[in-house]
């Protein structure tokens, strides 16, 4: 039943009324038990749908109240935006008439938990336009204007403050691509990119978090050239912000800094035949390269900008052809330092490096110490000595599973949580934790050549860590949560309620602060997917069934 509260942790808490004899014997039950998976209450969310309906996307507001989801008829006849409380009750539909044959329905929620964009061809089956509606409901705003025939709204974002969004046209006809920037809540249009010719367009716009500016890159078609160019984000003059490129000359990826006074770009800017790193203000100037000198052949990989925007982090064979290492260096372009230690003969760092949110480590996968094996290493930002953390677990290194992380930092810089080979089984994996500072491991799954793990997360807290698992059950697949910091399998947590046999849990997000869990699955009914909430607890002992 919607609305309806499935609680099935079992724990025991003796009451100050209950005998003595009661107590011994509680005690002694007690003493005999093996810790074994907890479960806690969960809700059912998504309301009593149509049989041929299933739950296909959602989100979890910023303030932490509602869940917009959308609902989906299974032979895509229709699309449905809702809104639900966390507490449950009926479900409130945000968009217009479901569109029987829509495309698509895309939506993003406003940062201050207001307002819901939404992306539909609601009104024109098959042009997809923009709509903006308040999060409790009433009245859809269109938020594009009138379009040209055989053009459609093909992307849009949201500004962190919540006052404005952007979005891009396409005019398929002539093959161009615009960028408009408009109030949430209605208002006129203003183009923010010049003038465009056939077969020129923007594409890859970006907001700067303090929500002032608008990154975006244009095709120029007569030099044959990408630019990178930064404008008001209310509208206003657009200023390019690389060098004078030469003919065929490309700016192929960029980044805003976390406090919006820089933008990091990868460019053939010096020389057609290398791609440089280079910082420039984001109201425009000189440009600064950051990395090494490279020769013709050589290229920057990846980079990364560090959250308190002071350095940049890139992986590059500035040094030896083909040898990929990592190095740090100021947003200014001064300090540079190479991180990695030295490396085996034909050791490479990988394209897999991430920085605290502290801004004090950086954590990379590596075969630094013996060819082919990798494994994970950390090091101050600012350069030091690299330790290995991975305590001689060989990192399982596959490119090839789509939506699987390699590893993750937890959000207080504390802990890094990566899949390493079983050191027992031949080819079984596990899950394990590490501290950044190589002081500690500690193995969060067991048996793993029995189960299924994949899309792990570390929750906000940076507790506990939630995973998908069959190893309890094969039939079904289960969400499961075990502590950060402790070899965890004796103390697992299943957040999902009981599954139908073949159900499976097969998304969730973390509500503020990781307090509860959404989740989508097909619990109660086989192949029928809907949405659910399961709120914060405390890991119990159970008795085993």
């Known amino acids: 039943m919607d609305g309806q509260k499935s609680c099935q942790v079992c724990a025991f808490r003796p009451r100050w009324w209950a005998t003595a004899s009661t107590i011994l014997a509680l005690v002694v039950l007690l003493a005999s038990v093996q810790p074994v998976q907890a479960r806690r209450c969960n809700l059912k969310i998504s309301g009593e749908m149509p049989e041929d309906w299933d739950v296909s996307g959602y989100e979890v507001s910023p303030d932490g109240l509602s869940v917009i989801y959308t609902a989906e008829q299974w032979w895509g006849e229709g699309f449905g935006l809702f809104r639900v409380k966390l507490t449950g009750g009926p479900p409130v539909k945000l968009n217009g008439a479901l569109g029987k044959g829509s495309r698509r329905l895309t939506f993003s929620i406003s940062p201050d938990g207001q307002w819901v964009v939404y992306w539909d061809d609601q009104d024109t089956p098959g042009v997809l336009e923009l709509y903006s509606v308040p999060i409790t409901g009433g009245m859809r705003i269109k938020l594009n204007s009138e379009l040209a025939v055989g053009a459609e709204v093909r992307g849009f974002s949201i500004s962190p403050d919540s006052q404005r969004v952007v979005y891009e046209v396409g005019q398929t006809l002539e093959d161009v691509n615009e960028l408009f920037s408009t109030p949430i809540f209605g208002g006129t249009p203003i183009k923010l990119n010049g003038d465009l010719v056939e077969g020129e367009f923007v594409w890859d716009a970006s907001i700067s978090p303090d929500s002032q500016r608008v990154v975006y890159l244009t095709y120029q078609r007569a030099a044959d050239i990408f630019n990178l160019y930064s404008v008001p984000t209310a509208g206003g003059e657009s200023i390019k912000l690389d060098s004078d490129l030469d003919e065929g000359g490309v700016v192929s990826n960029y980044r805003i800094s976390p406090d919006s006074q820089r933008v990091v770009y990868l460019a053939y800017q010096d020389a057609n035949d290398v791609s440089e790193l280079y910082s420039v203000f984001l109201s425009g100037g000189t440009p600064v390269k950051l990395n090494g000198d490279l020769v013709e052949g050589r290229e920057i990989r990846r980079f990364l900008i560090s959250p308190d925007s002071l350095r940049v982090v890139y992986l590059a064979d500035q040094q030896n052809d083909d040898i990929f290492e990592l190095y740090s260096v100021l947003v200014t372009g001064a300090a540079r330092v190479k991180l990695n230690g030295s490396l085996v003969s034909s050791g490479d760092v990988t394209t897999r490096f991430e920085i605290s949110q502290d801004s004090q480590r950086v954590v990379y996968a590596a075969d630094q110490r013996v060819n082919g094996v990798y494994e994970l290493f950390s090091v101050p930002l600012a350069g030091g000595t690299a330790l290995l953390i991975s305590h001689n677990r060989q990192l399982y290194f596959e490119y090839e599973v789509p939506g699987v992380p390699f590893f993750r930092i937890s959000a ?45 997360n570390i929750n906000p807290s940076s507790h506990t860590v939630e995973f998908r698992s069959n190893l309890v059950d094969p039939e079904v697949t289960n969400l499961v949560q075990a502590p950060i910091n402790r070899d965890s399998y004796q103390w697992w947590n299943q957040l999902n309620g009981w599954l139908v046999e073949g159900g499976g849990v097969t998304s969730w997000e973390y509500g503020p602060g990781g307090n509860y869990v959404v989740y989508r699955a097909d619990q109660e009914v086989d192949e029928k997917f809907e949405l659910y909430v399961t709120f914060d607890g405390i890991f119990l002992p159970l008795v085993r069934r």
Do not use: H, K
């Open 412 to 456: 207080d810089g504390q802990y890094a949580v990566f899949y390493a080979w079983d050191e027992i089984y031949p080819d079984a994996v596990e899950l394990c934790s590490v501290s950044t500072d190589g002081s500690s491991i500690y193995i969060l799954t067991y048996e793993m050549n029995r189960g299924l793990y994949d899309s792990f």
